[in-house]
Every structure is written in C-alpha cells, then in structure tokens.
C-alpha cells in the first residue's frame, strides 16, 4: 500500500484544513496509508547555521517521513495572501536535501480567496522539483460554504485519484 505524507498549513486546534485531512484519510483508506504531520508548531525556526549534518530532531523526524513518503498531500489555508508561516518554515527546512526532488505532491489550499497563497505555494513547490502537475492541484474559494458542497469533494476525489496514478507512474518510473 502506497505511503503518504499529510502536511497541514494551519497550526490551529479546529482547522477546517485538518478536518478535511481526515476526511481525505478515510477516502483514501483502500489505496494509500495517509498518516497526517500536525506538529509544525513543534518545529525550531529554519536557521542554516543548523542545518548541518546532525538537524535539531525534529527537522530529522519530519525529513525522514518526507524521505519514506511515496508521497506528500498538503492541504493549506492562505493567511495574509501567502503561504502559512508554520508551513514555509517546515519547507525552508527542506531546501539544504533533495526529498522533495521527484517527490509526487497534492496541494489542496482551501481558504476564504486563496489564490496568492495556493500561487505562492505552487512556485515553491516547484523551485524544489517536486512533480506537481496541474491535476495534483486544487484552489477551493469559500471553503467554510464551498467544503459543504457535493461538487467540492466531487473536485477532491478527481484530485486524488490524479495523485493516485502520478504515485504509481512516479513509483514505476523508479
């Protein structure tokens, strides 16, 4: 069964981002394991004077999830037009390696706009070679009414059944 990694952009207890996370991990419960990465509170503050060879443990931990990931899923709010702060730390953790180069990826920002964020967010992810395409990736607008709706799951299912067959071409590939 195909890992994969769930990073949330929001830190928040009650994040509409993380239950939607869970719903994504009981949709995807016959194909892929998804365990869900809730502690970028718990990282230090990306500083390159410690990124040598022995990272604080935390960073280790989250890398070696990234590492073992067939891959990652990350669902984001957009705060303040851009990528959430705790989420960009964790990713500018990941610059120094190369886990995230040829790693299949899903973005799902679901915010009230979303748009600079979810813009943001791809560009990074595809300054780090990520495999990212067009299909793997979802910008939900109004998210509190639009997550409620049929057709927005019906949106997400496609999604992840796109990210399903990049995981297993990326998987055959190798």
């Not at 509170?41 to 999830?65: C, G, S």
């Not at 920002?109 to 560009?123: I, N, P, R, V």
């Not at 780090?128 to 049929?150: F, V």
């Amino acid at each position: 069964m195909q890992k994969i990694l769930g990073l949330v952009g929001s830190i928040k207890a009650s994040s509409m981002n993380l239950s939607m996370m869970h719903e994504i991990k009981d949709r995807l419960a016959d194909d892929f394991t998804l365990s869900i990465f809730n502690a970028l509170d718990q990282l230090p503050h990306f500083n390159p004077d410690l990124d040598k060879e022995n990272p604080p443990p935390a960073i280790a931990d989250l890398r070696a999830k990234i590492e073992s990931a067939d891959g990652i899923l990350i669902c984001t709010p957009e705060y303040v037009f851009s990528i959430p702060a705790a989420l960009k730390n964790a990713i500018e953790w990941m610059v120094s390696t190369t886990l995230f180069s040829e790693k299949p990826v899903a973005l799902i920002t679901a915010s009230s706009a979303g748009e600079k964020g979810h813009e943001s967010l791809q560009l990074v992810l595809r300054t780090l070679y990520c495999k990212l395409p067009e299909e793997t990736s979802l910008l939900i607008r109004g998210a509190k009414a639009n997550l409620k709706k049929p057709a927005t799951w019906d949106d997400i299912d496609r999604l992840l059944e796109n990210f399903y067959q990049l995981i297993n071409e990326s998987s055959a590939s190798h």
